[in-house]
């Protein structure tokens, strides 16, 4: 049973199309890695199974556990389990991290505050994490790492049926990329399906990936096994699925 199904999908923003044909299945509990040169239509694909606004479905279909997604806002998406990790976090000034956690916990989980805060801060401990970023506000003087691990930590603690990523390694030391990989793999444990978009194959160093998929100029030009992304590392990604 697939979790994920993308059907020949065709988006566009404004009058442009951006997405051309894309159409891949995501088995439930599976890793899966979308790869492709910059302004291939990644971060596009990603916004759109979210079910961003900007992002206008004009083709295709896009089936979570058995139903047309296209049509529901984000925040139906949200409750059916869909959680997407966004390239570029937002600032947020006047907004501490752990009444963002908790709020959020209140609203999926339906936790008081009491319930949320040991939650989170057994998440925190669990994943080797800074403490006191807690009582920072959301984002705010973030380096790239730190607002990555950040967006791990919300995965994390809303443990969706879907994570999607989108390059959680851009912008990311060596050490923060490995505590990343670690929440990726223990919610890959926990039986998340996951789809990981990056345009370096070094994530993937410590992932082990079911499948992967490249994305250029917003077709799917070749899907295969995790050996593709040795390929694109040594030849570029000129040398698959031509387009
Ligand atoms: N909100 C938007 N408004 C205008 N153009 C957009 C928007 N989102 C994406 N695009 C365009 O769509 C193309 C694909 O972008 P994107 O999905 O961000 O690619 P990637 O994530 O693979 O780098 C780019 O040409 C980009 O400029
Ligand atoms: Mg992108």
């Known amino acids: 049973m697939f979790m994920l199904k993308v059907e020949n999908l065709h988006v566009n923003v404004g009058d442009r199309e ?22 291939s239509g990644k971060s596009t694909l990603a916004l759109t199974i979210a079910g961003h606004p ?7 279909r896009i089936i979570f556990e058995g139903e047309d997604i296209a049509g529901l806002s984000p925040e139906e998406r949200v409750k059916r389990g869909i959680f997407l990790s966004f390239q570029h ?9 752990i ?25 925190v401990q669990e994943l080797g994490l800074d403490e006191s970023m807690l ?3 959301l984002n705010v003087g973030f380096s790239g790492g730190e607002r990555k691990k950040l967006e791990m930590l919300q995965a994390y603690l809303v443990k969706p049926k879907l994570l999607i990523l989108d390059e959680p390694d851009s912008g990311v030391d060596v050490d923060s990329l490995k505590v990343i990989a670690g929440v990726i793999n223990k919610l890959h444990e926990e039986g998340t399906s996951i789809l990981l978009i990056t345009h370096y194959g070094r994530i993937l160093e410590h992932l082990r990936p079911n499948r992967v998929h490249v994305i250029k100029d917003g077709r799917l030009v070749t899907s295969g096994g995790p050996d593709l992304v040795k390929t694109i590392e040594e030849k570029g990604f000129a040398a698959v699925g031509a387009v």
């Open 89 to 97: 976090p937002v600032e947020v000034e006047g907004v501490k991290i």
């Open 18 to 39: 951006i997405l051309k044909g894309v159409g891949f299945e995501l088995g439930s509990g599976e890793l899966h890695v979308v790869m492709g040169p910059n302004g």
């Open 54 to 60: 900007r992002y206008k479905v004009i083709d295709g």
């Open 99 to 123: 009444q963002f956690l908790q709020r959020i916990l209140k609203n999926l989980k339906g936790l008081d505050e009491v319930g949320a805060y040991d939650v989170i801060f057994n998440a």
């Open 135 to 137: 009582s920072r506000f």
